[in-house]
């Protein structure tokens, strides 16, 4: 194995050519969230620089082949053992093997004694994290409303310019004045941000 890109997804070199492989039926923190680096940093401690052996299942999406993968004369995956040490969830919209149910079993028993992301309050699963992710960054952010229902303008009194809420320069650290309205901001003598165009 050349590579541990994150807790998941390996680097191998098989055949003469770089590989792509993702762990069948697991699903680690992502690096952004907690023990998402330790999940990481356990996979290069078992098998870090050191032969491993695939036992492909398929491709995803992304071209990456899915697979058991185990250290070196190992009998048991590093997919399994994510899942016993609580740094990875088992997958359950992907993982069908007969295995999976044992990997259940184990991830019930990390849960119960507390390892590794169970031991926070609330573990947040990777897929959920990811989708939500994905949707703040498709939503765009929400205007900020006024009691009297317009939106809100913050204005910089330095270069004379405003922006509307909700548009990229809002909260500039110079923007210190509040207008109620596009019409206010131009009658006090400010102007429009050329970029976002209030």
């Known amino acids: 194995m050349l590579r541990v890109v994150d807790g998941d997804t390996l680097v191998v070199l098989h055949a003469g050519r770089l590989e792509r492989v993702r762990l069948y039926g697991v699903d680690a923190p992502e690096r952004r969230q907690p023990f998402g680096d330790k999940a990481r940093r356990f996979l290069v401690l078992r098998a870090g620089g050191s032969e491993v052996e695939v036992d ?28 016993r ?4 969830w088992v997958y359950p919209r992907y993982c069908r093997l007969p295995a999976c149910s044992r990997w259940r079993q184990l991830q019930r028993r990390a849960r119960q004694a507390r390892l590794g992301l169970w031991s926070l309050p609330v573990p947040i699963a990777p897929w959920r994290f990811r989708r939500d992710r994905r949707a703040a960054v498709l939503r765009p952010p929400p205007a900020r409303q006024r009691p009297w229902g317009g939106l809100v303008y913050h204005g910089n009194p330095k270069t004379r310019v405003f922006h509307a809420s909700g548009r ?23 102007r429009p941000c050329r970029i976002c165009n209030p």
């Open 85 to 88: 040490e609580g740094l990875a």
């Open 168 to 190: 990229r320069f809002y909260n500039c650290k110079g923007c210190v004045v509040i207008f109620r309205s596009r019409q206010e901001a131009l009658r006090a003598g400010y």
């Open 56 to 83: 492909p299942i398929g491709t995803d999406r992304y071209a990456r082949t899915v697979a058991l993968v185990y250290p070196r004369g190992a009998q048991i995956s590093l997919n399994e053992l994510l899942v």
